[in-house]
RNA sequence: GGCCCGAUGGUCAAGAGGCUAAGACACCGCCCUUUCACGGCGGUAACACGGGUUCGAUUCCCGUUCGGGUCACCA
């Protein structure tokens, strides 16, 4: 037996499979030609960002689109910033976005598919056979160097301004015989691992990356952490293993990975791996200050996926408005093919954009006024019951009390070839339909200008003899056409704009008025049918309240 | 600072060695119209800078500037 295998064995006491086993557990996946598998691998260190969903967006597609396999994996590597309940808002956020993996981790004890466990801190002892063959072909080795000891060969590094890390002559514990390592052992020194890097700092690595092209990098020569003192592994080296055993064929991952690369491929090599396919996508940046940064947990609401939920985005919208930023030809996509599945989308990846996109919550908003306006009445007052029973329930009381006169709220100028677009997130509700639920204040009430207070006060006295809820909206218009000439005011707007100085206004007025007075707004939709779902009762309630304060 | 990546209107973006440099959002104007919205039409607005290569560069090359990323026992 070699001192490499005693200080291995010693080092790895309980490790009793072999890298053959495992590969044979986890054999190569039988997929079609050209299937992906890809996956969305994060970290339970808060909740769902929108970078994450962008990212399991791309990779969803991706798969979706070759016939491959799109899972999820749990890296929970880092307890100290391990958030409760973290993982679930995740996994349920994505499949609330309609992203459920065909496999992977589901929740706690819920592992689906072959290639599992697909939580990291389950797979530790996955981690360690592999490690302890890496120390026993001396590719690996154990470093006792301290936190204190590593500063200060930092800062030493630094004052002589070389390129910093573990290297060459930092890499103090490189160079401990198999026998020093085990005295260190033994006399109960910590230690993390480390790879024994066969990099050179003056070759250089080529790679492909599939969105941002052929880079090129120096060789890795840095001797880093496998792992650390609690034996969990390093991102790094779990990156290789784990997407090695779980046959991972693309790698879809933000660009903040990119300079990592040549680690992760020296990693490949030396664990004797095919390395998968990388593909680095752009962050969703935002602007401050007139710079770009990386849309931020802590200083922006709309990072966390949550945002949109509150706030009543439909997950149509997100994630068409994320469709749209992922790839330039989406939007000319939708408009040939408007009912289609948005996954249905021939998605490329080659064809996503190099740079990162400013977070645009205008066009967010556009999108989804598209996506509302397409939506029936039914669909849109349940969306908005729903949305409103978890973030507004004063208004939730409100609609849930007369559900279909909700639905006739919604329903107003909805339908048709030019649907209003008033409505973008559910948020927007509350105010639009607020006067149906509220009279307004008779003595806020704002006329234009062009009118007099007594001509105000006389059409609203005149008109509600006329008012008839059975009116059609033509037979409602007419109506009030036909008091014009009595009040002094011109029937048709054409004529009057040929004559203005021979009316005190127009019929366009004088509904202006009724609309002012019923709904205590200037712009609202179709007023005939407000009068209507409104009841003639509470129209000429309205009214009179208004006329009474004149 | 080293190493990577990037740069087309305010934003997202097509584009290609020679075009009047698309389109979408936002903004402005007009039209439609009982208001608003919708819709239609039109408008303002861009190839970061300096050198090359070339008959001709916004496009190719080099440099500069600016922006982004990364240099952990975090992912």
Redesign the pocket.
């Known amino acids: 037996m070699s001192a490499l295998d005693t200080l291995a064995d010693r080092m790895f006491p309980d490790v009793t499979h072999t890298p053959e086993e495992y590969e044979a557990l986890y054999p190569a996946r039988q997929l079609k030609e050209g299937a992906r598998v890809t996956r969305i ?3 339970p ?1 808060g909740y769902l960002h929108l970078g994450v969903l962008y990212a399991a967006t791309i990779n969803y597609l991706t798969a979706k689109s070759t016939g491959g396999v799109f899972y999820f994996r749990l ?1 929970d ?2 307890s100290k ?1 391990e958030v409760d309940g973290g993982a679930e808002d995740i996994l349920a956020g994505l499949s609330h976005y309609g992203l459920t993996p065909d496999e992977g981790y589901g929740g706690p004890g819920k592992e689906t598919g072959n290639y599992g466990p697909h939580r990291q801190s389950d797979r530790a002892e996955i981690y360690h056979t592999y490690v302890k063959d890496l120390v026993r072909k001396g590719l690996a080795y154990p470093c006792f ?3 204190e000891q ?1 500063n200060a060969v ?1 800062e030493e590094q630094e004052s002589r ?1 070389e ?4 290297y060459g002559a930092a890499a103090v514990c490189r160079r401990l015989s198999p026998e020093e390592a085990l005295q260190k052992i033994e006399a109960g020194l ?1 230690y ?1 691992v480390r790879l024994r890097s066969p990099g050179d700092e003056s070759r250089r690595v080529k790679f492909d990356d599939m969105v ?2 052929t ?4 060789e890795n020569d840095q001797d ?2 496998l792992l ?3 034996g ?1 592994p ?2 790094h080296f779990a990156h290789a293993i784990d997407d090695h055993l779980m046959r991972t064929t693309h790698v879809i991952r933000g ?6 690369v040549p680690i992760h491929l020296q990693l490949f090599q030396v664990l004797g791996f095919k390395p998968p396919k990388y593909a680095h996508i752009s ?1 969703i ?1 935002k ?1 401050e200050n007139g ?4 849309l931020s947990k802590r200083k922006d609401p709309e990072a966390a996926v949550r945002y949109f939920t509150e706030e009543g985005y439909p997950i149509q919208s997100v994630m068409e408005y994320l469709l ?2 992922a790839s ?1 030809g989406f ?1 000319d996509w939708r408009k040939c093919n408007p009912a289609a599945d948005r996954f249905s989308f021939p998605f490329n990846l080659k ?1 996503m ?6 977070f ?1 919550l ?2 967010l ?2 999108v989804s006024k598209n996506v509302v306006s397409a939506m029936d009445a039914d669909a849109v007052t349940r969306y908005i019951l729903e949305w409103a029973a978890q973030y507004n329930q004063e208004f939730h009381a409100k609609l849930a009390a007369d559900p279909v006169f909700a639905q006739g709220i919604f329903s107003i ?1 909805r339908g048709g070839s ?5 409505i973008g997130k559910w948020s927007d509700a509350p105010d639009y339909a607020a006067y149906f639920y509220q009279r307004p204040d008779p003595t806020g009430l704002e006329y234009p200008e062009s009118l007099h207070a007594a001509d105000i006060k006389e059409i609203l006295s005149s008109y509600p003899p006329v008012y008839d809820p059975s009116q059609d ?1 033509q037979q ?2 007419d109506a009030i056409k036909a008091l014009c000439p009595a009040l002094g005011f011109c029937p048709e ?1 054409k004529e009057y704009k040929k004559n203005p100085d021979g009316y005190k206004g127009h ?2 007025d004088v ?2 008025v009724l ?1 002012i007075a019923v709904t205590g707004r ?7 049918s407000i009068m209507r779902l409104l009841g003639k009762e509470e129209i000429l309630a309205r009214l009179q309240a208004a006329a009474s304060v004149l």
């Open positions: 691998a994060p970290s260190t890296e590597t880092d910033r160097c301290t936190a590593l930092r301004k390129r910093t890390g573990y910590h993390v941002k092209g880079i090129e990098m120096p880093l952490v650390k003192t609690d969990i390093t991102y660009d903040e990975w990119i300079s990592s962050p940046m602007e710079n770009k940064r990386k749209t930023i330039s939007e064809k954009s190099v740079s990162g996109a400013l645009d205008d066009k908003n556009d100028d030019k649907p209003r677009k008033d909206r409602w218009f707007v019929a366009g509904s202006t609309r200037r712009n609202t939709p179709d007023l005939c």
